[in-house]
Nanobody
């Protein structure tokens, strides 16, 4: 059973930075794509960033230029570097991975940006 474990969330002031990690229990080459999503209570889950294997990265318009998704195959880990954080970035952030046949989700990590 594939597991994804997020970490790195926390409380930060407006303008600050956080780096989220998503550690997979298997090789990242097992996945066609990996994603970061975010969701606030009562709201729909929003796609934040995609990293393809192979292929380009893609970002939501709301985070483009501030967030960077990257991968470290040796560590089986995908990262989300978040800079210039805003209060509206406050959400639970989820890691997601997909193969041709299955989807996998992490448990989420809370990011809170204070004004």
């Amino acid at each position: 059973q594939v597991q994804l474990v997020e970490s790195g969330g926390g409380l930060v002031q407006t303008g600050g930075s956080l780096k989220l990690s998503c550690a997979a229990s298997t090789s990242l080459n097992s996945f066609i794509e990996m994603h970061w999503y975010r969701q606030a209570p009562g709201k729909q889950r929003e796609l934040v960033a995609i990293i393809r294997n192979p292929g380009p990265t893609t970002y939501a318009a709301s985070v483009k230029g501030r967030f960077t998704i990257s991968r470290d195959n040796a560590r089986n880990t995908v990262y989300l570097q978040m800079n210039s954080l805003r209060p509206e970035d406050t959400d639970v952030y989820y890691c997601h991975a997909r193969t041709n046949y299955r989807h996998y989700w992490g448990q989420g990590t809370q990011v809170t940006v204070s004004s």
